[in-house]
């Protein structure tokens, strides 16, 4: 028996190994046979012969000799940790079929970038106290993070277990860790925006020292301690948990997986949670407001005037510039609402009631985007701009000196989404909420209150920082929230109202998109599905044809997809699929 985690035997005879080669072909591995005086476990990198080359793999348990065939050994063993344990290899394989990825892939993902090297994985102490668990809790809070990771960390250090925190960014990881101070806490920092020898070097200490505080971006999920007491998600509602490239794995989906399967406590936290944590979640903690008061200036009010700024709004933040404050307007990175020229009614798709666009057809279901619903009118004029129509609008209303991107030093800063990071200012205005919360997304709603809420948390409360929020919709659910100041009900009720259209949590969906496939072959997606799911689409741009796929559960059909998938590369056709999609 060797130190392996968890009590995992080494292998000594013969072992299956799945070569590092991006493929379902090699989904199931191989024999290899282990030479004398070599001991290797479950999660090893070794190197092996395939097809006349030398390859990097990865040990996944014992394998029977293969029949009729002369078995070949394995060349050696690569670094001495283990990359995973028999646990957390069957939250990776649930991975690559949840995301329709090979499995070397999903493997890859989990590796560090260098050989891990060091002393090999040790045991769990026996005599740990406090017993991790699977339970999963939402705690509806914004930043700062310290004191929730500090109370939760702070009892499963002490007894050697260790504890992965996820951030959505980098410098909201380096945020947290400022946050925590120097308290002599066994902090290990893990990111790819770090070097790979860094990088894997807190790997290894991660994996071999028990008792570490794992803070870092979505890598850090994949990580593997002696003793996993907790991982805690912050913000679980934004894009930096999710992998862009695939496998498009979200971070917070794998560490709940693995929480259920390891039995590690998950704590998701966060001003607007998602309704997918609070699906999953046996407990949720509120502790008063999440954000401070919001002002809410109804656009369609007739004392709001004309323009993008209504009087107030205009008034709020040439105050604001008089008295020397920092102002953040907050637009979006494309789109917005519109309203109807001639009555100034909201512009909605008739179909899909989002924000439709300015083109011939809805952005989001592609219905004809028709005269406006109230008047008939045909001109339409945005409730906002992009970043350049706003500088200038601010600088009439202060003078265009003191107004621009974020980073120039100015009064007033105008941005987009990804300029919340880091932010802190005396008055948050956002001039059109209603192209946020009615974004061409299934999402928008919950995405859009959450942005809102980022940009008034931007700006803190009292000593006369305030937030201004402009709507043509004061009685919409995610103002209302937004006026509360608690995400909860609403997401509960987002939550039940996307279950009802077969939209996660609540249901499952998938985006295939396949560049130079030929048209004949476009109907095979639909025929290998079946009736396991609907299949909606093709839709064709170009040479891309995009199909969505959509039912309470897509395990099954996920299964015959993986093969058709596998022929589609091999043809030579670009495949990308998002299981999950965060854009829809
Ligand atoms: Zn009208
Ligand atoms: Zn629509």
């Given at each position: 028996?060797?130190?392996?985690?968890?009590?995992?035997?080494?292998?000594?005879?013969?072992?299956?190994?799945?070569?590092?080669?991006?493929?379902?072909?090699?989904?199931?591995?191989?024999?290899?046979?282990?030479?004398?005086?070599?001991?290797?476990?479950?999660?090893?990198?070794?190197?092996?012969?395939?097809?006349?080359?030398?390859?990097?793999?990865?040990?996944?348990?014992?394998a029977?000799?293969?029949?009729?065939?002369?078995i070949?050994?394995?060349?050696?063993?690569?670094?001495?940790?283990?990359?995973f344990?028999?646990?957390?290899?069957?939250?990776?394989?649930?991975?690559?079929?949840?995301?329709?990825?090979?499995?070397?892939?999903?493997?890859?993902?989990?590796?560090?970038p260098?050989?891990?090297?060091?002393?090999?994985?040790?045991?769990?102490?026996?005599?740990?106290?406090?017993?991790?668990?699977?339970?999963?809790?939402v705690?509806?809070a914004?930043?700062p993070?310290?004191?929730?990771?500090?109370?939760?960390?702070?009892?499963?250090?002490?007894?050697?277990?260790?504890?992965?925190?996820?951030?959505?960014?980098?410098?909201?990881?380096?945020?947290?860790?400022?946050?925590?101070?120097?308290?002599?806490?066994?902090?290990v920092?893990?990111?790819?925006?770090?070097?790979?020898?860094?990088l894997?070097?807190?790997?290894?200490?991660?994996a071999?020292?028990?008792?570490?505080?794992?803070?870092?971006?979505?890598?850090?999920?994949?990580?593997?301690?002696?003793?996993?007491?907790?991982?805690?998600?912050?913000?679980?509602?934004?894009?930096?948990?999710k992998?862009?490239?695939?496998?498009?794995?979200h971070?917070?989906?794998?560490?709940?997986?693995?929480?259920?399967?390891?039995?590690f406590?998950?704590?998701?936290?966060?001003?607007?949670?998602?309704p997918?944590?609070?699906?999953?979640?046996?407990?949720?903690?509120?502790?008063?407001?999440?954000?401070?008061?919001?002002?809410?200036?109804?656009?369609?009010?007739a004392?709001?005037?004309?323009?993008?700024?209504?009087?107030?709004?205009?008034?709020?933040?040439?105050?604001?510039?008089?008295?020397?404050?920092?102002?953040?307007?907050?637009?979006?990175?494309?789109g917005g609402?519109?309203?109807?020229?001639?009555?100034?009614?909201?512009?909605?798709?008739?179909?899909?009631?989002?924000?439709?666009?300015?083109?011939?057809?809805?952005?989001?279901?592609?219905?004809?985007?028709?005269?406006?619903?109230?008047?008939?009118?045909?001109?339409?004029?945005?409730?906002?701009?992009?970043?350049?129509?706003?500088?200038?609008?601010?600088?009439?209303?202060?003078?265009?000196?003191?107004?621009?991107?974020?980073?120039?030093?100015?009064?007033?800063?105008?941005?987009?989404?990804?300029?919340?990071?880091g932010?802190?200012?005396?008055?948050?205005?956002?001039?059109?909420?209603?192209?946020?919360?009615?974004a061409?997304?299934?999402?928008?709603?919950?995405?859009?209150?959450?942005?809102?809420?980022?940009?008034?948390?931007?700006?803190g409360?009292?000593?006369?920082?305030?937030?201004?929020?402009?709507?043509?919709?004061?009685?919409?659910?995610?103002?209302?929230?937004l006026?509360?100041?608690?995400?909860?009900?609403f997401?509960?009720?987002?939550?039940?109202?996307?279950?009802?259209?077969?939209?996660?949590?609540?249901?499952?969906?998938?985006?295939?998109?396949?560049s130079?496939?030929?048209?004949?072959?476009?109907?095979?997606?639909?025929?290998?599905?079946?009736?396991?799911?609907?299949v909606?689409?093709?839709?064709?741009?170009?040479?891309?044809?995009?199909?969505?796929?959509?039912?309470?559960?897509?395990?099954?059909?996920?299964?015959?997809?993986?093969p058709?998938?596998?022929?589609?590369?091999?043809?030579?056709?670009?495949?990308?699929l998002?299981?999950?999609?965060?854009?829809?």
């Amino acid at each position: 028996m060797g130190p392996d985690h968890r009590g995992t035997p080494d292998l000594t005879a013969i072992v299956r190994v799945v070569p590092d080669v991006p493929s379902f072909a090699v989904d199931d591995g191989f024999a290899y046979a282990v030479p004398d005086g070599l001991s290797v476990g479950v999660g090893d990198i070794v190197r092996i012969p395939l097809g006349g080359r030398r390859v990097r793999g990865w040990v996944v348990g014992p394998a029977e000799p293969p029949e009729a065939r002369r078995i070949r050994s394995l060349i050696g063993r690569s670094g001495e940790v283990a990359v995973f344990d028999a646990a957390l290899l069957d939250t990776l394989r649930w991975t690559a079929q949840h995301y329709v990825a090979p499995l070397a892939t999903v493997l890859a993902k989990a590796t560090p970038p260098n050989l891990p090297k060091g002393r090999r994985r040790p045991a769990p102490n026996a005599a740990l106290r406090s017993e991790p668990t699977g339970s999963v809790s939402v705690h509806a809070a914004p930043a700062p993070w310290g004191p929730l990771v500090r109370e939760t960390a702070a009892p499963l250090l002490g007894d050697g277990h260790s504890v992965v925190v996820v951030a959505p960014t980098w410098p909201e990881a380096e945020a947290l860790i400022d946050d925590l101070g120097d308290r002599g806490l066994p902090i290990v920092v893990g990111s790819s925006h770090l070097s790979a020898a860094v990088l894997t070097r807190s790997w290894v200490e991660a994996a071999t020292v028990p008792g570490r505080l794992i803070i870092g971006t979505r890598d850090v999920a994949w990580w593997l301690p002696p003793s996993l007491g907790a991982a805690i998600v912050l913000d679980d509602g934004r894009r930096g948990l999710k992998e862009k490239a695939m496998p498009t794995v979200h971070a917070r989906d794998l560490l709940l997986r693995r929480s259920r399967t390891e039995g590690f406590a998950a704590i998701v936290t966060g001003a607007v949670p998602t309704p997918e944590s609070l699906a999953a979640a046996g407990t949720v903690v509120r502790a008063g407001r999440a954000w401070g008061l919001v002002e809410v200036v109804d656009r369609g009010a007739a004392e709001a005037g004309d323009g993008t700024f209504a009087r107030a709004t205009a008034a709020a933040i040439r105050a604001a510039v008089a008295d020397g404050r920092r102002v953040f307007v907050l637009t979006h990175r494309r789109g917005g609402a519109q309203r109807c020229a001639r009555c100034r009614l909201l512009r909605r798709c008739g179909q899909c009631e989002a924000a439709p666009g300015t083109g011939a057809t809805c952005e989001r279901c592609g219905a004809v985007n028709g005269a406006c619903a109230g008047c008939g009118g045909e001109r339409f004029e945005p409730l906002s701009g992009g970043i350049p129509r706003l500088v200038a609008e601010v600088g009439r209303l202060v003078g265009e000196q003191r107004v621009g991107d974020r980073g120039d030093g100015r009064a007033v800063t105008v941005g987009t989404e990804r300029d919340l990071v880091g932010l802190t200012v005396d008055l948050a205005v956002v001039p059109d909420a209603d192209g946020f919360v009615m974004a061409p997304n299934y999402r928008a709603a919950e995405d859009g209150l959450r942005t809102i809420a980022r940009a008034v948390l931007s700006a803190g409360s009292g000593g006369g920082r305030r937030a201004v929020v402009q709507t043509l919709q004061p009685d919409h659910p995610a103002i209302k929230a937004l006026r509360r100041g608690d995400a909860i009900e609403f997401l509960g009720d987002e939550g039940r109202r996307r279950a009802a259209l077969g939209f996660p949590p609540g249901g499952e969906v998938m985006v295939v998109e396949a560049s130079g496939l030929p048209a004949e072959r476009r109907s095979q997606l639909g025929e290998v599905i079946g009736g396991r799911a609907v299949v909606h689409g093709p839709t064709v741009v170009d040479d891309t044809a995009r199909w969505y796929v959509q039912g309470p559960d897509l395990g099954a059909a996920k299964v015959v997809v993986r093969p058709l998938v596998g022929e589609w590369r091999e043809a030579g056709v670009r495949i990308r699929l998002d299981a999950d999609p965060i854009d829809l």
